[in-house]
């Protein structure tokens, strides 16, 4: 099956300043590659995602930028701000009609400091 | 627009005592439904999904199982908790067929004691 690997598992930044967060995925056939933001205590919101046909996909100030052939994934967060302290979460399917089975990735906790 | 509840928000169980969690979701037809779990501090595993009425596809084999007897409706059952059972029980969907985003319910807390 698909195993996720995210790294950091911790993140510290200067509000202002950049993060980036790189997960990695094993299974070829995986083609759908969502972000999840959890705050403390609530339910993870989807905040990006990208599929197997797209490099790269912007929001505002996050971006996720996919390499198929390496088989990893990343999420960048600029001008970070106090509100995006939180746990982050990659994930990865293979979409099917048998439903979206998402492997996620351990998280990484963002703290931004002011 | 799309509504996902869970119920109850929060549980106290003892070891060995029965269990029974609810996810139900508005403003959609047939939808993908998904249980996940998050041990403390960890990331989220999925224990079942349902792309239809009595379809139940297990992912982590364990005393827990689950059940769709309405097309809205996903329940999450054992009949003896155990203690590693503790964490956030979340119930997910998706649109049917080829449909990618899938949103979270606000989750079930639960401790076994």
């Known amino acids: 099956g698909e195993n996720v690997e995210q790294h950091p598992s911790t993140l510290s930044v200067q509000e202002g300043d950049s993060a980036v967060i790189k997960c990695t995925y094993s299974d070829s056939a995986s083609n759908y590659f969502p972000w999840y933001k959890q705050e403390l205590g609530k339910r993870p919101q989807l905040i990006i995602d990208i599929r197997s046909n797209v490099g790269e996909k912007k929001d505002q100030r996050i971006a996720v930028t996919l390499n198929k052939t390496a088989k990893h994934f990343s999420l960048h967060i600029t001008e970070t701000q106090p509100e995006d302290s939180a746990v982050y979460f990659c994930a990865a399917s293979r979409l099917s009609t048998a439903g979206n089975k998402l492997t996620f990735g351990g998280g990484t906790r963002v703290l931004v400091k002011p | 627009s799309q509504t996902i509840h869970q119920w109850p928000a929060t549980l106290v169980q003892p070891v060995g005592s029965p269990l029974s969690l609810e996810c139900t979701v508005e403003g959609t037809s047939n939808p993908n439904l998904y249980w996940y779990r998050q041990a403390a501090g960890r990331g989220l595993q999925l224990l079942f999904y349902s792309v239809g009425i009595g379809q139940i596809s297990s992912e982590v084999p364990q005393n827990l199982s689950a059940s769709r007897p309405q097309d809205r409706q996903f329940i999450l059952s054992s009949k003896k908790l155990l203690l590693s059972d503790s964490g956030f029980y979340l119930c997910?969907?998706?649109?049917?067929?080829?449909?990618?985003?899938?949103?979270f319910g606000p989750g079930t807390r639960l401790t076994v004691t």
């Open positions: 997910a969907w998706s649109g049917e067929g080829l449909s990618y985003e899938q949103y």
